[in-house]
Each structure stands twice: as C-alpha cells, then as structure tokens.
C-alpha cells in the first residue's frame, strides 16, 4: 500500500524526481527496520555489536557473511540507517519473486544479477556503473559468497573443487569451516567503478536460526545472541590492479571465517 502510495504521488504534478527516490529509500529502511524490530521482540534476540568504529567515515562497499534468509537487514539496520546513508544493493534476480524486493528494489539503484549468464561482461559492466554513479553518502552491498552458507553447500564446494584439479582452491575451501569460499567478480567489479570507496567486512553469528523458514517456525533462534564484527579497510590500503586487490579479499575472507570461528 505504501509503495503504491509513492507511485500515485510521483505520477501527481508535483512528484516525480529525486524526492521519489528518496521516498522509496525511507521505506525500504523502514521495511528492514520493521523486520528486524520485529524479530528481535518476536524471538527475543539481543545483538552484540564490535568494531563500532569501523562504519565512521563515508560510504564504503559492504561486504558482509551470508547466513540466513534474514541477514539481509544487518547492513541497513546497522550500518545505513545510523549513518544516514542510502544503499545501493547487488543481489541474485531470483530475489525478485518477493514483491518487496521487485517493486521498490527496481525503483532504486540496485543491480539483480543473472548468477548463470552465459556471458558475465554486460552483468559486471552494470555493477561498475552501479558503483560509479554512488555519492560520497551512498554504500554498495554485495555478498560474495552468493549464496547462503550451510554444511551441504561446503562439502558440494569441496566435492566439485577435490575433481576440478584447482589444489590452491581446494585448500582455501577446506580452510574455510564457516563461510563459504568467496566469488570475487563482483566485488572486482564494484571496486573498479568506485576505488575511492572503503572495504567495509560484516561477520556475524546467531543468523543460522533463521536460515530457513523450518528453523523459524520450529523455535530453534528463540533467545539468541546475534553478535556483529565490522572492520574497515581504507581505499589507500586497497592495491590498484585486479590481481591484488583479488589476493586482499581471499585474505580478508581468512580473516572472516576466524571472526565467525571466534564469535561462536
């Protein structure tokens, strides 16, 4: 009902513009904000956050864990909402069955991508334009494991990788215990249309009851204690070409899986 309340407004003389964009940016935080108030009474959860210091300064990319169907939330409700900024989001297109995500998320500037194009180029083309285009007050969220973590998804990794004769990714994926092993492309992408843009890393634990709708439904993230751990790494520390900037994000997601290890 929102949503088309802003549709009807912008369609009025008076409507239209930036003041639209703006509009549908409050809501989609107000959305993420309502979803997580909600869940935090409805299961009882308490968030524990580190690295405070970390979200200051300006907008960054965001590279967070992906765990469970709702840690969506966290980069807005922690990050973006106290921050004052706007997000701009690159998500999987199979997103868009969920009418919140479709409607007001092509509204915005995000990017749903095409995970199994025959030709990734025009799909990274539109997340270093994606990036390019985002203001000093905007941050872009990108999780690059692509896909939510579980025990079958690793060892489905690990199988395919023990027969693909890439020992060096075989030994990163076994390496990693509690994510999964990360798909940079994207992040590359993001970071050549914005390399005066801040890495921003989000690990977290105590998403894993909400990783399915069976685990909300059957009690299992009633009481929990969801802890946050953010760190920042400064575009002056980020190398200037592919390759390295490639070695620094496999070396921040060893950095992650010990931060979920040690948040456990």
Excluded at 91 to 108: A, F, H, Q, S, T
Excluded at 247 to 256: F, I, N, P, R, T
């Amino acid at each position: 009902m929102a949503s088309f309340y802003l549709w009807l407004k912008c369609h009025l003389p008076s409507g239209g513009g930036k003041d639209y964009l703006n509009a549908n940016s409050r809501l989609q935080f107000w959305w993420a904000d309502t979803l997580k108030f909600a869940a935090e009474k409805l299961f009882r959860l308490n968030f524990v956050i580190e690295g405070q210091a970390s979200l200051a300064g300006p907008g960054a990319i965001l590279l967070p864990r992906h765990s469970s169907i709702g840690d969506t939330v966290l980069p807005m409700s922690f990050y973006a909402i106290p921050r004052g900024f706007q997000v701009r989001y690159v998500l999987k297109k199979e997103l868009l069955l969920d009418p919140c995500l479709d409607i007001v998320g092509n509204r915005l500037p995000n990017v749903f991508l095409d995970r199994v194009a025959e030709d990734m180029s025009a799909e990274l083309r539109s997340l270093e334009r994606l990036a390019a285009e985002a203001s000093e007050r905007e941050s872009l969220v990108i999780y690059i494991e692509g896909t939510r973590f579980s025990p079958q998804k690793r060892q489905r990794i690990i199988r395919s990788l023990a027969t693909s004769g890439n020992s060096d990714a075989l030994q990163r994926a076994e390496r990693l215990t509690s994510i999964l092993p990360p798909r940079p492309a994207g992040a590359l992408a993001l970071m050549r249309g914005a390399p005066q843009k801040d890495l921003l890393f989000c690990a977290h634990t105590g998403f894993e009851g909400s990783a399915s709708f069976a685990k909300l439904f059957n009690g299992a993230w009633m009481d929990t204690t969801v802890r946050l751990r953010f760190w920042r790494v400064a575009a002056a520390d980020i190398p200037a070409d592919d390759e390295g900037r490639r070695a620094l994000l496999l070396a921040q997601w060893d950095k992650m899986n010990l931060a979920v290890v040690d948040m456990s």
